[in-house]
């Protein structure tokens, strides 16, 4: 079968003829569709993740959408970069099946691959993490990367009251992305106070969306695409009662992420929820690997009628 192979950290992978897989047991070979190139894949190709080097060559591809051999479409993920095995960017992936998470109609296969793992961070989020309760102000940082726009989207959703978003391409219902002093002053123009923080990126703006914290406020981190530190002021964190609080994936429970991918799913298929994304076939993997076009790369994998 034809996959995308990383074969030397740090490169883009190749399109080689590899075996197909063979299904342990409790697995279900799935037929993949289309796969989307994620900030983790990146990540675990470089071999310089908490994760290790993995062991090459190996398929990259963290999630996937496709069909099983009894004709049922599902999205699944996989620990490809993250432990030994393959991942998604391959024809044919074997899942547990356990793993598998069935997509309702209406929900293309394409959609279901942009949303994803990105898609139950944001959610969780707000819904685990923060616990976001009706009418409360969220303020969303990275609004213009993938959890961003689902954070965004989802507070919506979710009965949020005032909701505004931080990107360097501000478009409506966001500021832009400024130095900690008027990125505080223009949140507090736009919200006021904030009770809730999504925050996918750290750095500068965790440290003005802090400022802006009501009493009791959450501010809930992601990642740290702009920098892996932040500097908060002791006063800020105890005068307001504030909480800072972590979140990662991979502390979710398998049902967990099932109840929040089905959530997901299920506004895409009512048109409520979407992310920038654009399509790309197999053989452009190592392009799109680059990350030279906007919004998130999905490959199109395999062609089924």
């Known amino acids: 079968m034809r996959a995308a192979l990383i074969e030397t950290c740090g490169r883009p992978p190749v399109i080689r003829n590899v ?34 080097e993995p062991a090459l060559p190996y398929v990259p591809g963290v999630q996937g959408v496709g069909i099983t051999p009894s004709g049922e479409r599902v999205w699944f993920p996989t620990s490809a970069g993250m432990a030994p095995g393959d991942g998604s960017l391959a024809e044919v992936c074997a899942v547990p099946s ?14 279901a691959a942009s949303l994803g793992l990105s ?9 685990w993490r923060a616990r976001l309760s009706p009418g409360e102000r969220v303020v969303v940082l990275g609004a213009g990367g993938t959890v961003g726009q689902v954070a965004l ?55 003005a969306a802090l400022q802006v914290l009501a ?6 981190n992601l990642g740290g695409s702009a920098s892996d530190s932040a500097t908060f002021s002791s006063a800020a964190l105890r005068s307001r009662a504030v ?20 959530a997901v799913f299920g506004f895409a298929a009512r048109g409520e929820l979407a992310v920038d994304h654009h399509v790309v ?18 490959v199109r994998v395999t062609e089924v009628p």
């Open 19 to 52: 075996p197909r897989p063979l299904a342990g047991a409790g697995d279900v070979l799935v037929t993949v569709t289309c796969a989307p190139i994620t900030p983790l894949d990146l990540l675990c190709a470089t071999g310089t993740s908490y994760f290790g």
């Open 98 to 111: 356990a793993d598998l998470v069935r997509l309702p109609d209406g929900c293309d296969d394409v959609a």
């Open 119 to 127: 898609a139950v961070a944001a959610w969780l989020a707000l819904t």
């Open 153 to 207: 989207r989802a507070a919506r959703l979710l009965g949020a009251g005032d909701v505004v978003g931080v990107s360097r391409r501000p478009g409506p219902g966001c500021v832009p992305l400024e130095p900690v002093p008027t990125l505080a002053a223009r949140l507090r123009e736009a919200i006021g106070a904030a009770d809730v923080v999504i925050d996918p990126v750290f750095g500068e703006p965790a440290a």
């Open 215 to 220: 009493p009791g406020g959450r501010l809930v």
């Open 243 to 262: 909480s800072v609080l972590g979140y990662s994936n991979n502390a979710v429970s398998r049902e967990d992420r099932a109840a929040a991918l089905e």
């Open 281 to 298: 076939g197999l053989d452009d993997v190592g392009t799109a690997w680059e990350g030279t076009r906007g919004g998130r790369a999905v």
